[in-house]
């Protein structure tokens, strides 16, 4: 028995008529054709406040009664439910605070602070930021906001797949981030509702991923620990209210790594223009592993946009180098005037371009006569690397890999 109905959803979508926007479903050229097929974009990253969890903030402070507003609201949040929050609670009136981890992304903090609301930091993960959050609320009386774990807040997220359906009508699969829960709950229940034979299919970081072994244990179960650039879905326990809509409703929750992620990113700000957060980028990740899993037309949820500007350097940069975008080895030359150039002038002649070389004579395993060259490239994907390195080999250069 779930503890949201579809008319929880159609209130909060009342609630929500003139707070959020209808966020765009656009055509991905490039997903389409791996996976056979249309497929979808729903860019809950260009929402306001960068994410999807306004809908379910707002919703969940709009239903507080008004004495309890007055006492101000408490959440803990990575970023995009600390906006959410922050947002909601200035457009109804409510002192808002908010916890975020320690090494919470600066963007997120700072864009938190301009919608008016007191951020302290508060542990290492989400779920410690939860325990003080919980506190506060104790403490002062304040009205905790969870991110995930609430009828209200599920409802609010419910209101992307009331879009979706909307918006794509013969839809067959619908993909969705997967952190405590709350947006995967809503969304499977308002699309499982009006289109029952969709399949709904979450996805996680495999650095955080407790739903799988939660569905298995039939319960939700903590993780140890956990890893990932993902911030917004690293969440180690799922969320009582959305794994019950989960438990009934989802048909699977897939896994993705780093390298995946970040080539998704990459890919959907070179082909979609789309600044999506590692969060937000795991569903494409998941069609990029394995895209004849997903029947068409598929919906992908880009569950938000808030990156820190220096990872997403960093994430463009890793997915470069999984893309197969960037090229590291070392050659050995001899040690005499022209040796170097020659090796130079076979990358520019093979269209490699030059961004690092370090050239080393002292190493113990080399020659008196020898040098050893570490060599980083930058191609235009696997097929040019291949390329580049038989065009050194038959050059005559040996070459080896860290």
């Not at 995946?260 to 999506?276: I, Q, Y």
Request: aromatic residues 4%; proline residues 5%.
């Amino acid at each position: 028995m779930t503890t949201v109905s579809m008319d929880d959803v159609r209130d909060a979508r009342d609630l929500l008529r003139d707070v959020v926007r209808p966020t765009p479903l656009e055509v991905s050229r490039r997903l389409a054709d791996l996976v056979g097929g249309p497929v979808y974009l729903k860019c809950e990253n260009l929402q306001r406040a960068g994410s999807f969890k306004i809908r379910g903030a707002y919703v969940r402070i709009a239903r507080l009664a008004a004495d309890e507003r007055a006492r101000g609201v408490v959440a803990a949040s990575a970023g995009n439910h600390a906006q959410g929050v922050a947002l909601a609670a200035s457009m109804l009136g409510a002192k808002a605070t908010v916890f975020m981890p320690r090494g919470a992304p600066i963007v997120k903090e700072k864009a938190t602070r301009t919608y008016g609301a007191d951020v302290r930091f508060a542990g290492a993960s989400v779920d410690e930021a939860v325990h003080a959050a919980r506190d506060f609320a104790a403490e002062t009386g304040a009205c905790l906001i969870h991110p995930f774990d609430h009828p209200d807040i599920v409802a609010g997220q419910a209101t992307v797949g009331v879009e979706i359906v909307e918006q794509c009508p013969d839809l067959r699969t619908v993909v969705v981030a997967v952190g405590g829960g709350g947006l995967i709950a809503g969304v499977s229940l308002a699309v499982k509702d009006a289109r029952p034979q969709t399949r709904v299919i979450g996805v996680q970081a495999s650095g955080a991923a407790a739903y799988p072994g939660s569905l298995r244990a039939g319960h939700p179960v903590a993780l140890d620990a956990m890893s990932t650039m993902a911030d917004g879905i690293a969440v180690a326990r799922p969320g009582e209210v959305p794994f019950g809509l989960v438990r009934e409703f989802v048909e699977e929750v897939r896994t993705v790594g780093e390298d995946l992620t970040a080539r998704a990113l990459l890919l959907l700000l070179e082909r979609a223009k789309l600044v999506v957060e590692p969060a937000g980028a795991v569903g494409v990740a998941a069609l990029l592993q394995e895209p004849h899993a997903f029947e068409p037309p598929v919906v992908v949820v880009l569950s938000g946009g808030n990156v820190d500007p220096l990872l997403l350097l960093r994430v463009i940069r890793h997915g470069l180098a999984a893309s197969g975008r960037y090229l590291s080895f070392r050659v050995r030359v001899p040690d005499r005037p022209g040796a170097l150039a020659a090796l130079l002038a076979e990358l520019a002649a093979a269209d490699a371009n030059l961004l690092d070389v370090v050239h080393e004579r002292t190493k113990p395993q080399l020659r008196m006569d020898e040098v050893d060259v570490a060599i980083q490239v930058e191609t235009r994907g696997a097929e040019h690397c291949a390329h580049v390195l038989a065009a050194l080999r038959e050059a005559g250069f040996q070459l080896s890999f860290d």
